[in-house]
T-cell receptor, first 112, second 117 residues
Framework: GQNIDQPTEMTATEGAIVQINCTYQ??????LFWYQQHAGEAPTFLSY????GLEEKGRFSSFLSRSKGYSYLLLKELQMKDSASYLC?????????????FGTGTQLKVEL | EAGVTQFPSHSVIEKGQTVTLRCDPI?????LYWYRRVMGKEIKFLLH????????ESGMPNNRFLAERTGGTYSTLKVQPAELEDSGVYFC???????????????FGEGSRLTVL
C-alpha cells in the first residue's frame, strides 16, 4: 500500500520562510506533486519533482529524495494570501496508468 | 482557456435519493479522474478514464456509484441510492498524457459538495 505523511498544521509569520515536509512510501514511484488549496476552491498545481534535487519556482521551491522517500515544499517571503492547505501527492504507475495519492494536507496559517 | 468545471457546486439530498454530478474537463485532455474528500480525511482516488474507457476504477466504494464518460468528453458520477457516508466533496480532474514535454499534472475543478441527510 501507500502511506503519505505531512504535518496537519503550521503557523508562520508574514515575510518569513516556512518548510513543509512530506514523507511517503510507495511502489512504482512516478513523481511527487505539491498542490495548494484555499478553502472552497480547487487544488492548484504548485510544483513537481521526479528526480532527486531542488526545483525552484519563484517564491516556491520543492525538494525530493527518492531514496529517503522525502520531499519538502519551501515557501519564501510569506504573504497573507499563502494561508491555505498544502497537499503532497505521490504519483505511481500501476495497472497500466498513473494514479495520484494525496496526503491529508498541511494547513498553513500566515500571521502578521 | 476554460478550466475543469463541475456541476452542481453543492447538492443536499435525503438518504435513498439519487444524485448525478457532472464534470467537464479541459478540452483536449484525454485523462479524467474522480476523487472524493470526506470530512477530515485526505482526497481519495475513485476512478480514472482515458477517453471513454475506464482505466482504473479500483477506488469506487461500491456498486451504488456509477461513472460514465460517453464520447470521451464530459463525465457523470451517479450515486444511487445515496447513503449518509457518501457526504463529502467530489473533485474532478483532468490531465494530458505525461511525456517529455509535459509533467501530466492534474487540473482540478472546484468540486461538488454532496450532503446526504
Amino acid at each position: 500500500g501507500q502511506n503519505i505523511d505531512q504535518p496537519t498544521e503550521m503557523t508562520a509569520t508574514e515575510g518569513a520562510i516556512v518548510q513543509i515536509n512530506c514523507t511517503y512510501q510507495t511502489s512504482g514511484f512516478n513523481g511527487l506533486f505539491w498542490y495548494q488549496q484555499h478553502a472552497g476552491e480547487a487544488p492548484t498545481f504548485l510544483s513537481y519533482n521526479v528526480l532527486d534535487g531542488l526545483e525552484e519556482k519563484g517564491r516556491f521551491s520543492s525538494f525530493l529524495s527518492r531514496s529517503k522517500g522525502y520531499s519538502y515544499l519551501l515557501l519564501k517571503e510569506l504573504q497573507m494570501k499563502d494561508s491555505a492547505s498544502y497537499l503532497c501527492a505521490v504519483r505511481r504507475w500501476a495497472g497500466g496508468g498513473n494514479k495520484l495519492t494525496f496526503g491529508t494536507g498541511t494547513q498553513l496559517k500566515v500571521e502578521l | 482557456e476554460a478550466g475543469v468545471t463541475q456541476f452542481p457546486s453543492h447538492s443536499v439530498i435525503e438518504k435513498g435519493q439519487t444524485v448525478t454530478l457532472r464534470c467537464d474537463p479541459i478540452s483536449g485532455h484525454d485523462n479524467l479522474y474522480w476523487y472524493r474528500r470526506v470530512m477530515g480525511k485526505e482526497i481519495k482516488f475513485l476512478l480514472h478514464f482515458v477517453k471513454e474507457s475506464k482505466q482504473d476504477e479500483s477506488g469506487m466504494p461500491n456498486n451504488r456509484f456509477l461513472a460514465e464518460r460517453t464520447g470521451g468528453t464530459y463525465s457523470t458520477l451517479k450515486v444511487q441510492p445515496a447513503e449518509l457516508e457518501d457526504s463529502g466533496v467530489y473533485f474532478c480532474a483532468s490531465s494530458q498524457d505525461q511525456n517529455s514535454d509535459n509533467t501530466g499534472e492534474l487540473f482540478f475543478g472546484e468540486g461538488s459538495r454532496l450532503t446526504v441527510l
